[in-house]
């Protein structure tokens, strides 16, 4: 029999806005709100565990999808709920400037999650009623590509925003140099008078250091000594309010938890593990000093971040920089320590980086919020309106308690239901926790470990260009297995997953320059990610199979986030002890597991496979 039509309207007016409005707040939720929280000088422990939280809504959505299904018709909840998502955008926009910024867009972050779970729940079951079955076959790949431009709108276009907007309200700066001088003069005080003879001629407002060149010695000194003349700079630093407030901060009580097992375990992992120091034994490099300065009273508040061109100096004291209007006229202290082992002449820039961050984030957050009013008043009106998709009354309720426990036994009565289980929380442990510090990765500065992208130059590599090759690796690891079947392709798609992780291996310890180098790195790992993500997904898939198929697979997918959020809380933690060298090797031995459950799981040869009558 012929399939029935629903409705009239086609699903090309409502498919792909339907399915950007479901993956713009995923994107925005798990992934941008870790470059907003780096920018912004959060920690990567902090970003790591507080955003890994936000994965929560997603692993216990299958608990009250049934209430969808119950109150209302999806039409409405998907309409409501981005009319939810645009005023909590809104209000992550207008908590970003805010004292307290941290706690209050978290708590936005949080209602947005819960709200693009309860959306995802609507449109996935719209998209079911409102399409016929050839439909569907038709257009699941129209919507899953409209899903990942919402994402490249989202990790690209948006993050390349938001750094646009940095350039544009950076003040200008003078050169800053640092160059390495046997025959330089020791810092031998802590001396911060407010300079003059950076400013030379200019006019107008603009940030400058005095020296503009940084002398230093290649001599190792006395640890001591030099600690001594950190400590007074910090001293000068936080007094005049140049810190940030967390940085000067009375400190917290120490939990149990802290106290009895995660400091004991960072303290062995950093002895045994942890990166190599720039302190050998009781000497150290030689420092420089410099005395960063506004020439004019701002009318904001500046946050100056200094960014070293070089792995071979790092930033000892004031590596973030906040001038306001009670502290412009005194100059902050930068203190900058050379590699021990570094002998002979060298020399490298250090660029000062002054964007008004908060209000680029705030503008981006603001014109994505004006998009989901807009999503929301367009499918109010365009979005069909299928039979199918009716109020139930409340008769049709009486048995939801017994259903629903039914449903949840039937899934975990399954056969190998333990192994399949684990199939799904292992697969990603690595690459869950890759995710979370790629980005934190590419935006430290190189002092740091990182490779000192520009927002603009993250958003472009890994945003665009990154995404991009993952939906291609997906689109080929689909075609791949409609001819094979997922069973011949299993193992070559857990290679391709797990092993271009170790690009991010040679990134951390060559750590290039050449974006082009950066960025063909990052596209090999996201295409082995697209293309070994397809048998993950397929996977589940043959898990669901069976009666309650849509019900099940919610299930697992909540598995699926399990999965992802709790290796990834954990690991701006164990990256800052490891350092990211040693942490991106630990990305590969977290592999190990996923390679050890794919040979105990069940599948047949068939699976996936495209039959002649499909």
Same mark, same amino acid.
């Not at 912004?40 to 936000?54: C, E, K, M, P, R």
């Not at 940095?166 to 800053?176: D, E, G, I």
């Given at each position: ?11 090309? *007016? ?6 950007m ?11 941008v709100s ?8 959060v ?11 936000l ?10 999808s ?10 409405q ?40 779970a ?27 590509m409209f ?26 700066s003078?050169?800053?140099?640092i160059?390495t ?14 300079p ?5 001629n ?22 001591p ?11 000068w630093?936080?007094?005049?309010? *140049? #810190? ?7 400190p ?7 106290r #009895? *097992? ?6 062995i ?5 942890g990166?190599k120091?720039?302190?050998?034994g ?39 920089l ?12 930068v203190?900058?320590?050379?590699d ?9 820039? #250090?660029?000062l ?7 680029s ?13 807009c999503?929301?008043?367009?499918h109010?009106f365009?979005?069909?309106k299928?039979p199918?998709d009716?109020?139930k ?10 259903e629903f ?17 684990s ?14 510090m790629a ?23 890994y945003?665009?260009v ?37 690009v ?27 293309f ?14 069976g009666?309650h ?6 299930? #697992? ?18 990256q800052?002890h490891?350092?990211?060298p ?27 496979k ?5």
């Amino acid at each position: 029999m012929a399939d029935l039509k629903p409705n009239s309207r086609s699903p090309w *007016f409502w498919i792909p806005t339907l399915y950007m409005a479901e993956g713009l707040p995923n994107a925005l939720v798990a992934s941008v709100s870790v470059v907003l929280y780096k920018n912004l000088g959060v920690s990567n422990a902090a970003i790591a565990f507080y955003t890994g939280w936000l994965y929560l809504p997603w692993v216990i959505k299958p608990l009250w999808s049934p209430v969808v299904d119950i109150l209302k018709t999806r039409r409405q909840w998907i309409w409501v709920m981005q009319f939810f998502l645009g005023a909590g955008f809104a209000g992550v926009a207008l908590a970003i400037p805010a004292p307290h910024f941290f706690q209050l867009t978290l708590a936005f972050f949080w209602l947005l999650s819960f709200s693009s779970a309860t959306h995802d729940i609507a449109a996935d079951g719209f998209y079911m009623l409102a399409t016929t079955e050839r439909e569907q076959s038709f257009f699941v790949g129209i919507r899953s590509m409209f899903y990942r431009v919402a994402t490249i709108g989202a990790q690209g276009l948006l993050v390349i925003l938001a750094g646009l907007i940095q350039a544009r309200t950076s003040l200008p700066s003078l050169p800053l140099q640092i160059e390495t001088s046997p025959g330089a003069a020791l810092v031998e005080t802590v001396n911060p008078p407010k300079p003059n003879a950076g400013m030379g001629n200019r006019s107008g407002q603009f940030v400058f250091a005095e020296p503009g060149t940084v002398q230093i010695n290649p001599q190792m000194r006395p640890k001591p000594d030099i600690q001594v003349l950190i400590d007074a700079a910090k001293e000068w630093n936080v007094a005049n309010g *140049f #810190c940030p407030a967390e940085t000067a901060a009375r400190p917290k009580k120490i939990s149990w938890w802290t106290r #009895c *097992f995660s400091q004991p375990l960072g303290k062995i992992l950093e002895k045994y593990f942890g990166p190599k120091t720039k302190i050998a034994g009781d000497v150290a490099g030689d420092i420089g000093l410099t005395r960063i300065s506004l020439s004019q009273p701002p009318g904001r508040d500046v946050v100056v971040i200094p960014f070293v061109k070089s792995g071979n100096v790092s930033i000892a004291e004031g590596a973030r920089l906040v001038f306001n209007a009670t502290n412009w006229n005194q100059p902050a202290l930068v203190v900058f320590q050379i590699d021990p082992k570094l002998k002979g002449s060298f020399s490298t820039v #250090c660029e000062l980086r002054s964007g008004n961050i908060p209000f680029s984030w705030s503008t981006a957050f603001t014109l994505i919020a004006g998009i989901f009013i807009c999503f929301g008043i367009y499918h109010w009106f365009l979005l069909p309106k299928p039979p199918a998709d009716m109020l139930k009354s409340f008769n049709s309720s009486e048995n939801f308690l017994k259903e629903f426990f039914k449903t949840f036994g039937t899934f975990f009565q399954k056969p190998k239901i333990v192994v399949m289980l684990s199939f799904i929380l292992l697969y990603r442990l690595g690459e869950a926790q890759l995710l979370k510090m790629a980005q934190p990765f590419l935006l430290d500065p190189r002092d740091q470990g990182g490779l000192g992208l520009a927002n603009v130059q993250l958003g472009l590599i890994y945003g665009t260009v990154g995404v991009g090759v993952f939906i291609l690796g997906a689109l080929l690891g689909g075609f791949a297995v409609a001819r094979r079947g997922l069973k011949f392709w299993l193992w070559p798609m857990l290679l391709a997953i797990h092993l271009p992780d170790a690009v991010f291996i040679w990134l951390a310890y060559a750590q290039p320059e050449n974006l082009f180098a950066i960025g063909a790195g990052v596209a090999v790992e996201q295409f082995g990610y697209g293309f070994g993500f397809t048998a993950f997904m397929l996977y589940m898939i043959r898990i669901a199979r069976g009666e309650h198929q849509t019900a099940h697979y919610a299930i #697992c997918t909540g598995f699926m986030a399990l999965g992802v959020m709790l290796p990834g809380m954990w690991s701006g933690w164990l990256q800052e002890h490891l350092g990211y060298p040693h942490f991106f090797v630990w990305v590969i031995l977290a592999t190990v597991p996923s390679f050890l459950v794919a040979l105990k799981i069940p599948l047949d040869a068939e699976f996936g496979k495209r039959t002649r009558a499909n």
